[in-house]
């Protein structure tokens, strides 16, 4: 199983970006898929979920700038993070769930800064 992640970097405070997660080894269709983030000393946290049949759920800091979705005839899941702010400054990491804690990727960085 592998899921690689992609498109994190440097935006500035208001830019936007998008995070792209390749899942292979999954009947991918089949999994809740979720970004998660950690920031430099905190613990790792749910940004975004989207479940096998397209429902959504977002971290309340995120609501309304962050978006995510799939495509699974891709096996790939998205994150668009628009307004960003300083405190999004994290690694982002794509979550395969379907029993137990699932499967992770490597993670990308993410830095919100003028």
């Known amino acids: 199983v592998q899921l690689v992640e992609s498109g994190g970097g440097l935006a500035k405070p208001g830019g936007s970006l998008r995070l792209s997660c390749a899942a292979s080894?999954?009947?991918?269709?089949?999994?809740?898929m979720g970004w998660y983030r950690q920031a430099p000393g905190k613990q790792r946290e749910l940004v975004a979920g989207?479940?096998?049949?397209?429902?959504?759920n977002y971290a309340d800091s995120v609501k309304g700038r962050f978006t995510i979705s799939r495509d699974n005839a891709k096996n790939t899941v998205y994150l668009q993070m628009n307004s960003l702010k300083p405190e999004d400054t994290a690694v982002y990491y794509c979550?395969?769930?379907?029993?137990?804690?699932?499967?992770w990727g490597q993670g990308t960085q993410v830095t919100v800064s003028s």
């Open positions: 989207i479940t096998s049949g397209g429902s959504t």
């Open positions: 080894g999954i009947i991918f269709r089949i999994y809740t």
């Open positions: 979550n395969a769930e379907l029993v137990g804690p699932g499967y």
